[in-house]
Nanobody, 129 residues
């Protein structure tokens, strides 16, 4: 049974930084791509970032490029999202997700929610102005 547990959310002022972490268990972590999505109140879930199984490729949503960085540690079964220069419109619940299939993937597939079979419970990020 796959479990994904996010941590690191909280309240931060605009311009500040937060680091989210997601601990995974239940499958061989290094075989699967990982992603981060977010959902603000009244909005659809939005792609934030993704990383291929060995970290060779990373992908980002347009709204976070240059500010957020996704990384993974396959020895610790964790994936992280470093968020810098935060803005009020980054406020959302952030979800960690694991892809259903093994192996690498390209940017077109990275953004699709349906490519991810397992999801964490989410962690709230609030950015004040």
């Amino acid at each position: 049974q796959v479990q994904l547990v996010e941590s690191g959310g909280g309240l931060v002022q605009a311009g500040g930084s937060l680091r989210l972490s997601c601990a995974a268990s239940g499958r061989t972590f290094r075989n699967y791509g990982m992603g981060w999505f977010r959902q603000a109140p009244g909005k659809e879930r939005e792609f934030v970032a993704a990383i291929t199984p060995y970290g060779g490729n990373t992908y980002y949503g347009d709204s976070v490029k240059g500010r957020f960085t996704i990384s993974r540690d396959n020895a610790k079964n964790t994936v992280a999202l470093q968020m810098n220069s935060l803005k009020p419109n980054d406020t959302a619940v952030y979800y960690c997700a694991q892809r259903g299939g093994t192996g690498s993937f390209g940017p077109t597939r990275a953004v699709h929610i349906d490519e991810y079979d397992y999801w964490g419970q989410g962690t709230q990020v609030t950015v004040s102005s």
